[in-house]
C-alpha cells in the first residue's frame, strides 16, 4: 500500500497566484481530510469528505479556498488568491469510517511559502 | 465544537524516565481518541488510540488512559528513548470530525 500522496511536496508562489494541492488517499478509504499546520496555529482541520461529499467545511479560512472531491481516489485543495499568511504545511488524511474504524492516516505533506 | 487542550506544551525527561502528557476535551459526544507522533519535517503517524468504551490501553512502552467523566485522557511512555524524542498530538473525534491538541515536544536526554 503507497498510503496517502500529496503534491507537489513544496511549493514556492508569489502572492496573488493560484495554488492547488492534489491528494490521493489510500485505496478503499471513504473518508478524506485537509488539514493546515502552523506554529502560531498548530494542527486545524480544514475541510473532510465522506464518499466523495464534503461534510464539514467549517474550518476553511476563507472564500479563497476551496476543496473538491471529484471521485474516490482525488481531491485537491486550491488557494485562489493566495496570500502570505497562507504559508504551512498542508495535509491530507484519509481513513475508513465503518463501525469504530476511522484511524486517520496522513500523507507526507506539502510545504507551501508564499512569497 | 470541540475543544482540545494539551499539557505540558514542552517536556524534557532524562532517558530511561517516564513521560506522561494529558489532554481535556470539551465535547461529551467524542469517542475516540487518538496520539499522533510528529518528527521534525515529518507527517503525524498514530501510535496509539483508544475508544470511549475502553479505560486503558497499553502497547509495550506506550499505554493511554482515558476518564470519561472527567472528559481527560493522558499518554504514558515508560523507559523513554532518545527517539522518543518528537511532537506528540492528542485528539479527540466523533464521526471522523477530529479536533487536534497543540501538541507537546518531548525532549528524551541521553
Known amino acids: 500500500d503507497a498510503g496517502v500522496i500529496q503534491s507537489p511536496r513544496h511549493e514556492v508562489t508569489e502572492m496573488g497566484q493560484e495554488v492547488t494541492l492534489r491528494c490521493k488517499p489510500i485505496s478503499g478509504h471513504n473518508s478524506l481530510f485537509w488539514y493546515r499546520q502552523t506554529m502560531m496555529r498548530g494542527l486545524e482541520l480544514l475541510i473532510y469528505f465522506n464518499n466523495n461529499v464534503p461534510i464539514d467545511d467549517s474550518g476553511m479560512p476563507e472564500d479563497r479556498f476551496s476543496a473538491k472531491m471529484p471521485n474516490a481516489s482525488f481531491s485537491t485543495l486550491k488557494i485562489q488568491p493566495s496570500e502570505p499568511r497562507d504559508s504551512a504545511v498542508y495535509f491530507c488524511?484519509?481513513?475508513?469510517?465503518?463501525?469504530?474504524?476511522?484511524?486517520?492516516?496522513f500523507g507526507p505533506g506539502t510545504r507551501l511559502l508564499v512569497l | 465544537g470541540e475543544n482540545v487542550e494539551q499539557h505540558p506544551s514542552t517536556l524534557s525527561v532524562q532517558e530511561g524516565d517516564s513521560a506522561v502528557i494529558k489532554c481535556t476535551y470539551s465535547d461529551s459526544a467524542s469517542n475516540y481518541f487518538p496520539w499522533y507522533k510528529q518528527e521534525l519535517g515529518k507527517r503525524p503517524q498514530l501510535i496509539i488510540d483508544i475508544r470511549s468504551n475502553v479505560g486503558e490501553k497499553k502497547d509495550q512502552r506506550i499505554a493511554v488512559t482515558l476518564n470519561k467523566t472527567a472528559k481527560h485522557f493522558s499518554l504514558h511512555i515508560t523507559e523513554t528513548q532518545p527517539e522518543d524524542s518528537a511532537v506528540y498530538f492528542c485528539?479527540?473525534?466523533?464521526?471522523?470530525?477530529?479536533?487536534f491538541g497543540a501538541g507537546t515536544r518531548l525532549t528524551v536526554k541521553p
Open positions: 488524511a484519509s481513513s475508513l469510517l465503518r463501525g469504530d474504524r476511522e484511524t486517520q492516516y
Open positions: 485528539a479527540a473525534s466523533m464521526d471522523n470530525d477530529m479536533r
